[in-house]
């Protein structure tokens, strides 16, 4: 009798209900909303050099990697977003306010703030790699 194979890693997982099913509806649906988001879909529509369900396939597996251990992604997300064209940091605001609405719209609670999490401290890295301009600093005391 042949069965389907279990796609959880309840051994290395953050959570054991955490399974590929759940990581793609919450990167679909993310996605729908950042692409109709005025800001962040124009960014994203130009940022894109693939077709989006290749996108979207990407982004699953790098969640995965994230959530289940899976080590499925191999790509450079910080060198990919310092190419897209007119990024802010606020963009990062909208883009972790759509994603929080998404985990828990998609996930139980605690689930959705394990996602929550790790989508923050993400962006934190973004954040820094991107707009941390150590000699930009203004300098105190009259110096």
């Known amino acids: 009798m042949a069965?389907?194979?279990?796609t959880r890693s309840p051994r290395l997982a953050l959570h054991p209900d955490i399974d590929e099913v759940m990581i793609k509806r919450l990167v679909h649906g993310f996605y729908d909303k950042v692409r109709a988001d005025d800001r962040l879909g124009p960014l994203f529509d130009g940022a894109i050099s693939e077709p989006w369900p290749v996108h979207l396939e990407k982004m699953c597996d790098f969640w995965s990697s994230v959530m289940l251990k899976t080590a499925?992604?191999?790509?450079?997300?910080?060198?990919t977003h310092a190419r897209i064209t007119g990024i802010t940091e606020p963009d990062f605001d909208i883009w972790l306010g759509l994603f929080r609405q998404?985990?828990?719209?998609?996930?139980p609670k605690?689930?959705?703030?394990?996602?929550?999490?790790k989508a923050e401290t993400i962006a934190d890295s973004f954040r820094l790699g991107l707009f941390y301009r150590p000699n930009a600093l203004p300098v105190v005391g009259g110096r």
């Open 72 to 79: 499925r992604f191999k790509g450079r997300p910080m060198a």
């Open 110 to 117: 605690d689930i959705a703030e394990l996602f929550i999490e």
């Open 3 to 6: 069965h389907s194979p279990d």
């Open 102 to 107: 998404t985990a828990h719209q998609v996930c």
